[in-house]
């Protein structure tokens, strides 16, 4: 039979072939851990010793309840400092000028003041708004890290090469697809190490929460060591549960960050 006719059998998939990455394994082991944490906390919690055993389900509500507004108020925060970025960078100073102020009241003043001012005064000044303890949260938070997002998003969008813009528009992509397909991709994992900074000071900020009212794990802490009156043993429990979170969220954005980081090589 000639060569050109000649059909090799196709190879057997193995298990390797189904295993990711190195860095793929470290993110699915850290969002994996984060989920088991979660969920199974309270678990070791109650074999502590009092008072932090017969709290153990508290503590794992409040640490659900941190973690969720973390990622509700993370990724608001990143959809309005790509919009901030944009409105910096714009042509139109009234844009400029009222992303300027944004960031002017948000980095000038403390975030305690800003969560209390969303959740006492914002009512007040607009009538008929009603916002909940857990959204007034998210939305003072957001605010707070959406400013500090924009400012590392328009380094990174000021840090792709301008040759990027010029062969987006060479293939006749629109300004919005140059922007969407080509540009903030490229952006994002230029400034990925900041924005995870942030998530990380975000995580360890949403504790300012509980002076409104959200059971996180902050308050969770306060109120058992209240009750007991051993804030010693209390609030080690609740900074090593704060580091167990930390670390996992570090560990799957340094994983990720080095998957960009080969995938660019390639």
């Not at 979660?38 to 389900?57: D, Q, Y």
């Not at 707070?144 to 792709?160: D, H, W």
């Not at 058992?224 to 010693?232: D, K, L």
């Amino acid at each position: 039979m000639p060569p050109e006719l000649m059909i090799s059998a196709p190879r057997r998939s193995t298990l390797l072939d189904w295993l990711p990455d190195p860095e793929g394994r470290v993110m699915i082991g850290a969002a994996a851990a984060m989920f088991l944490v979660l969920w199974i906390l309270p678990v070791p919690l109650a074999a502590m010793p009092e008072p932090i055993g017969p709290a153990a389900a508290q503590f794992g509500n409040g640490a659900r309840m941190t973690i969720l507004l973390t990622v509700t108020s993370g990724s608001l925060g990143l959809l309005a400092g790509v919009v901030v970025a944009l409105m910096r960078l714009s042509r139109n100073r009234g844009l400029q000028h009222i992303a300027g102020f944004y960031l002017w009241i948000i980095r000038g003043t403390p975030l305690l003041v800003q969560i209390l001012f969303v959740y006492f005064a914002l009512p007040a000044l607009l009538p008929g708004l009603e916002l909940s303890d857990f959204w007034s949260a998210v939305l003072a938070l957001s605010l707070n890290v959406g400013a500090y997002n924009s400012e590392v998003i328009r380094a990174g969008l000021l840090g792709v090469p301008k040759g990027q813009r010029e062969a987006a528009q060479a293939l006749g992509l629109s300004p919005i697809y140059a922007l969407a397909l080509v540009i903030l991709p490229q952006a994002i994992r230029l400034c990925l190490p900041p924005l995870v900074n942030n998530m990380v000071s975000l995580l360890k900020d949403s504790s300012l929460a509980y002076v409104i009212g959200v059971v996180e794990l902050s308050l969770i802490g306060n109120r058992v060591q209240a009750e007991s009156f051993r804030p010693v043993p209390v609030f080690i429990a609740v900074a090593g549960i704060y580091l167990t979170l930390t670390t996992l969220l570090t560990a799957f954005s340094h994983a990720l960050e080095q998957r960009l980081a080969r995938s660019t090589i390639r």
